[in-house]
């Protein structure tokens, strides 16, 4: 039979990736988030020129006070 003190627990699972496998993932990461920034730059641009342009209504100036005399 078999001792249950004699069961060896499975080594840990390290990895390990080089520095290139890193740095590539990153620039991966950056450019997909740079392309999705340049479609909703260009897609909130379209929306603002396809508005009607507003009028700017021209603001009253307050009547001066008097001065009581």
């Known amino acids: 039979m078999a001792n249950k003190n004699d069961v060896k627990a499975p080594p840990k699972v390290t990895v390990r990736r080089s520095a290139e496998e890193t740095s590539a993932a990153a620039l991966g990461i950056i450019n ?38």
């Open 32 to 69: 997909a988030e740079l392309i999705a920034r340049n479609k909703k730059t260009a897609m909130l641009k379209a929306l603002r020129l396809a508005q009607e342009p507003t009028v700017a209504i021209p603001v009253k100036k307050a009547a001066a006070k008097k001065k009581k005399a």
